[in-house]
C-alpha cells in the first residue's frame, strides 16, 4: 500500500504537481486506455521494484521509498516522446523551454531520498518504456464498457473531461484538415459572426501534442469551448 502514500510533504507537493500535469495524457488518448496506462504503470513497477529488492538481497534495508514513483515516472516517457515543445527561453546562457520545469520536478522528486527514491524511479520509467514499446499489445488494450461505464458513473463531474456527444463517433476525421461538410453534420455549425479561437486556447491544445492549424478548426467549429474541440480532436486520432 506504499505505492499510494509519499512519506514527506516536499515529496507530496512535487508529486501532486506533476500527477496534476500529467492528467494531459488522459485527453490524449483517453479516459480508458489511461486507466489501462496507469494499472500497467503501477503494477509493472512494483513487480520491478520487488525484483530488484530481491536482487539485492538484503530484505530488512529500507531500499526503496513511498509513494506512486512507479505512476509518475512512467508517464515521464510519453512526455518526452509525444508532448512537443511550444516555447523556448533563454536564461543567461542556457536553454530552457516550457517542458524544462516538468523536468527539473522530476528530478527534484527522483533524486528526494537519494537511493530510497531513485529506484521506483528508475522502475517506473522502465515501465513506462515497456508499455511504449507495446508489451503484449498493451497500447491497444481497453477495459470492459461494462467497468468503464461503471466508473464514469461513480466519478465526480470534476475528475474528468466530459464525454464526447454521441454523435462525434460519426465525425470523419482528416487531419490536419476538417471539411467542413463533415464536421456540419456532427457539431453545431458556427455563428455567423464566429469568434476568432483564443491563443490561450490554441496553446492549450497543441500542448496535448495536437497540430496547431487542426487545434485551431477544431476551435472554431467547437465555438472555443476545449473541451468539445479536444474530442473532436481525439476522435480524428482514433481513426
Not at 490524449?28 to 494499472?39: A, D
Not at 515516472?73 to 527561453?89: E, G, K, L, M, N
Request: net charge positive.
Amino acid at each position: 500500500m506504499s505505492i499510494f502514500s509519499f512519506s514527506s510533504t516536499p515529496e507530496l507537493m512535487f508529486g501532486l504537481y506533476l500527477l496534476y500535469y500529467f492528467r494531459v495524457f488522459e485527453r490524449q488518448i483517453g479516459s480508458n486506455k489511461y486507466s489501462v496506462f496507469i494499472v500497467f504503470s503501477i503494477l509493472t513497477s512494483l513487480l520491478l521494484e520487488v525484483l530488484a529488492v530481491a536482487l539485492l538481497k538484503d530484505p530488512t534495508a529500507n531500499l526503496v521509498t513511498p509513494g506512486p514513483y512507479g505512476l509518475i515516472f512512467a508517464s515521464f516517457v510519453p512526455f518526452f516522446f509525444d508532448i512537443p515543445v511550444s516555447t523556448r527561453f533563454r536564461v543567461f546562457s542556457f536553454l530552457f523551454s516550457d517542458k524544462s520545469f516538468i523536468y527539473l520536478a522530476g528530478l527534484q522528486l527522483l533524486l528526494s531520498s537519494w537511493k530510497r527514491s531513485i529506484l521506483p524511479g528508475m522502475c517506473g520509467i522502465l515501465a513506462g518504456s515497456l508499455y511504449r514499446l507495446n508489451v503484449f499489445y498493451i497500447r491497444k488494450a481497453k477495459f470492459p464498457e461494462m467497468i468503464s461505464s461503471l466508473f464514469s458513473r461513480i466519478s465526480l463531474p470534476s475528475m474528468g473531461s466530459p464525454r464526447a456527444p454521441s454523435s462525434a463517433r460519426n465525425v470523419v476525421r482528416n487531419l490536419p484538415s476538417y471539411p467542413t461538410h463533415q464536421m456540419e453534420r456532427n457539431y453545431p455549425a458556427p455563428m455567423q459572426a464566429a469568434v476568432e479561437p483564443t491563443e490561450d486556447s490554441i496553446t492549450t491544445l497543441v500542448s496535448m501534442g495536437f497540430d496547431r492549424n487542426s487545434a485551431r478548426q477544431a476551435l472554431v467549429q467547437a465555438r472555443n469551448d476545449v473541451n468539445v474541440a479536444t474530442n473532436i480532436l481525439l476522435e480524428a486520432q482514433s481513426h
